[in-house]
């Protein structure tokens, strides 16, 4: 992977949204993969600025996020289709039926999960996948132990994903303990991806990714077999860096 180290999270979120509308600027409907979570916030909040003062248009581009939970109505204010139009879809010219979530309300999640996949693939693939990563080492929801070749599907999650996501669910209520999430193999096929690092947390995460064995136990480690993968990162989660 390309590792590019930077200042502060300002300066990560900046080169984020410039390689996304690098990618908007070159591929005619291009396909954007993205991601939720606290790291990629800001970008969402600068691509809207950027599309509020004229800059950048989201008209034709298509989307599919990683993740979402299993049993959480869209309109739930934790689910990532309530994240994603709150932070992002909303404010922008993507057209309606041009995102796409995994519909975390499927009675039959397997076959939710190959639905997905045939989705993705005949939207031509993924131009660029966006992704953060847990501080176990997870990207989208595929957990130490997933599969290199797994594909979207029904996953449990990792009690430290579900104690780090706690705070986004009302007092009271007991997060998922399930999510749909694209697999290994699916984020592999991205034609480029760029994951995004910030803060102390993730040095750990980010030094087992680039220089532990690649293995299933740390799923990050899977992105060391694809050709086109830019790491940005804060000097923070850097620290840890061999
Ligand atoms: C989000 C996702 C997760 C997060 C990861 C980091 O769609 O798939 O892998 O990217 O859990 O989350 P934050 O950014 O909240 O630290």
Redesign the pocket.
């Known amino acids: 992977p390309e590792l590019t180290i930077l200042d502060d999270g300002d300066a990560v979120t900046s080169e984020a949204a410039r390689m996304i509308a690098a990618v908007i600027a070159d591929t005619p409907g291009a396909v954007l993969g993205l991601?939720?979570?606290?790291?990629?916030l800001a970008v969402y909040a600068r691509l809207r600025e950027d599309a509020a003062a004229g800059k950048l248009s989201f008209e034709g581009v298509r989307s599919f996020?990683?993740?979402e939970y299993l049993g959480l109505p869209p309109e739930h204010p934790a689910s990532?289709h309530s994240y994603m139009r709150r932070e992002f879809f909303d404010h922008v010219d993507l057209r309606a039926g041009d995102w796409h979530l995994p519909d975390g309300m499927a009675d039959d999640p397997a076959a939710a999960g190959g639905r997905y996949e045939v989705a993705i693939r005949q939207a031509g693939g993924i131009d660029l996948q966006l992704?953060?990563?847990?501080e176990n080492g997870?990207?989208?929801?595929n957990e130490p132990g997933a599969p290199f070749d797994s594909r979207t599907r029904k996953v449990a999650l990792a009690a430290s994903?579900i104690a780090?996501n706690a705070s986004e669910f009302p007092d009271g209520q007991t997060p998922p303990s399930h999510a749909l999430t694209m697999g290994i193999a699916t984020i592999l096929e991205a034609r480029r991806i760029v994951l995004l690092a910030t803060g102390s947390k993730k040095a750990k995460a980010l030094d087992a990714m680039l220089s532990g064995t690649i293995d299933p136990a740390v799923p990050a480690s899977a992105l060391r077999l694809h050709p086109a993968v830019t790491i940005l990162c804060d000097k923070e989660a850097a620290s840890c860096l061999q």
Request: aromatic share 10%.
């Open positions: 991601a939720t979570g606290r790291t990629p996020n990683l993740d990532y992704l953060g990563i847990g997870h990207i989208g929801f994903t780090a």
